[in-house]
């Protein structure tokens, strides 16, 4: 059987609105805590929720590349606005391996719904008419206070089987929030926390999250033309966190530029200071290391788009890359940081806001280096048999 390709990826997201207005209300939305109703109206007119909705139902049927421009671009200026909306392609990506009749219902009023959501597994169900009572409390959910639906694990338990981890759809009305978000950084994502008590979830509105890490195709999500063997969500998920950071890295980068040339035109003999070479060392190494990240990240965004069965190496090398894009991220925004003088600490400085963006942002669990370098290990030097 010949092999099936995925069509070829959309053109790159429009986020021209967005990221113009995402930088105007940025210092607003930290202060606030919480995006401004515009910018998340303005990332859904884009199309971040609509990219990965299949066709069938709306959407784009985009594929991963189109993405990193249009999220780092937002990034550049407000980082928790890049991370929401990386968060909003992500999970409406994930809701695609709902069964078709929980399709249609999510994406009856149309593609461009903002879906949220946890891939923790801190809820329980049991079944319960054709499908699931469930109950549980999920923190860090980004962008919660403006989201349509959510996307939540659970473990699943029913007498005569095994636990299963199961991912479950649940409209706004029916999971509650308490706003618990406190990080230093990030603040404008109001990652809150969502609580689900006692809900009836039916059985078209769940699916097993096995399904979702292995990407596993089904003729039944096969709406809009995506034939191509799954992406499992080891391949790309680190991609969405690390979008946000690079767009940060790449405006700090902008930001200490502008600086220092402002300190070399007013270099004078004889006044204590760093030299030129300083400047130049600085500029070189921080600008080499967000190059490489980018081109890291475009080679996860690649391979997740070239429309073959990615393989387990390759799986683990993107959670490498994206791993170690991470640390490069935070040294090359560090490295600026360092050497921005009394003035980029200052409050009202942006290089300040976006150092603490990057600093949060590799916090992620995702993007620990190692864990991340035994998995790849794993599979680039796989144990033999032992000697005789």
């Not at 930088?23 to 910018?39: G, T, Y």
């Not at 004889?270 to 030129?276: D, K």
């Not at 190059?291 to 490498?320: H, K, N, P, W, Y």
């Amino acid at each position: 059987m010949p092999q099936q390709t995925r069509p070829a990826p959309e053109p790159a997201l429009a986020a021209g609105e967005a990221v113009a207005l995402a930088a105007e209300r940025a210092e607003a939305a930290e202060a606030a805590r919480a995006l401004d109703p515009d910018v998340v109206r303005a990332l859904l007119d884009a199309g971040f929720a609509r990219h990965f909705v299949p066709v069938g139902h709306g959407g784009r049927g985009g594929g991963f590349g189109g993405l990193v421009d249009a999220v780092t671009a937002i990034g550049a200026s407000c980082p928790a606005t890049a991370w929401c909306a990386s968060i909003a392609l992500s999970l409406s990506r994930m809701a695609g391996f709902l069964p078709e009749e929980g399709r249609k219902r999510l994406w009856q009023d149309g593609p461009d719904v903002l879906v949220v959501g946890s891939v923790s597994p801190r809820g329980r169900a049991l079944p319960a008419d054709g499908g699931w009572q469930l109950t549980g409390t999920w923190p860090y959910v980004s962008a919660v206070e403006h989201s349509d639906w959510a996307l939540v694990l659970g473990l699943a338990k029913t007498p005569d089987a095994p636990s299963e981890r199961r991912i479950f759809a649940i409209p706004r009305s029916a999971y509650g929030i308490e706003r618990t978000w406190s990080d230093i950084g990030m603040r404008a994502t109001g990652s809150h926390t969502l609580t689900v008590d006692d809900l009836h979830v039916p059985g078209e509105m769940s699916f097993p999250v096995d399904d979702l890490m292995a990407g596993r195709p089904s003729a039944e999500r096969a709406v809009g033309g995506e034939t191509a063997p799954g992406v499992p969500l080891a391949a790309v998920n680190g991609l969405f966190f690390c979008l946000p950071m690079l767009g940060a890295a790449e405006g700090a980068l902008a930001h200490w530029s502008a600086y220092a040339q402002d300190r070399l035109r007013a270099e004078r003999p004889g006044v204590p200071g760093p030299g030129r070479a300083f400047y130049e060392e600085t500029l070189a190494r921080a600008a080499g290391e967000v190059d490489a990240a980018r081109l890291l990240l475009e080679r996860v965004a690649a391979v997740a788009d070239s429309g073959r069965e990615i393989t387990a190496l390759e799986t683990a090398r993107a959670q490498r890359d994206c791993a170690l894009v991470a640390d490069l991220l935070v040294g090359a925004v560090d490295r600026l940081f360092r050497a921005s003088g009394t003035a980029g600490h200052s409050e009202s400085s942006p290089l300040q806001r976006l150092w603490r963006d990057v600093h949060s942002a590799a916090g992620h669990i995702v993007l620990q280096f190692g864990p991340n370098a035994s998995a790849y290990a794993a599979q680039a030097l796989p144990a033999g048999p032992p000697e005789r």
